[in-house]
């Protein structure tokens, strides 16, 4: 099973942007599409953006097309959550997550989660 890592939270101020990145362990990266969730006290976890096995095909959560951008790079392991025009309402836990093969919304068809990274957007 792969193994996540987030970085690269922070406290930005609102119309800031912010890039996350998740790293992942393991030689089978590619063999998972993988997605972005985000968590805000007393919300539940929230789906935020996925991306396919080779990049090619991405979806994101309600409004956050045009603001967020999810990509990957196959080669560094890598997944990455850049975030412009950032909003308060964005402040939450981050977390990334791998599913096998294909994309999806539902966070229960993931099973390997990072620990998170907070992002907070202050007014």
């Known amino acids: 099973q792969v193994q996540l890592v987030e970085s690269g939270g922070g406290l930005v101020q609102a119309g800031g942007s912010l890039r996350l990145s998740c790293a992942a362990s393991?030689?089978?990266?590619?063999?998972?599409?993988m997605g972005w969730f985000r968590q805000a006290p007393g919300k539940e976890r929230e789906f935020v953006a996925t991306?396919?096995?080779?990049?090619?095909?991405?979806y994101y959560g309600d409004s956050l097309k045009g603001r967020f951008t999810i990509s990957r790079d196959n080669a560094k392991n890598t997944v990455y959550l850049q975030m412009n025009s950032l909003k308060p309402e964005d402040t939450a836990v981050y977390y990334c997550?791998?599913?096998?093969?294909?994309?999806?919304?539902?966070?229960?068809?993931?099973?390997?989660w990072g620990q998170g990274t907070q992002v907070t957007v202050s007014s």
């Open positions: 991306i396919s096995r080779n990049g090619g095909s991405t």
């Open positions: 393991g030689r089978t990266f590619s063999s998972y599409a």
């Open positions: 997550a791998a599913r096998p093969a294909v994309t999806g919304r539902d966070r229960y068809e993931y099973d390997a």
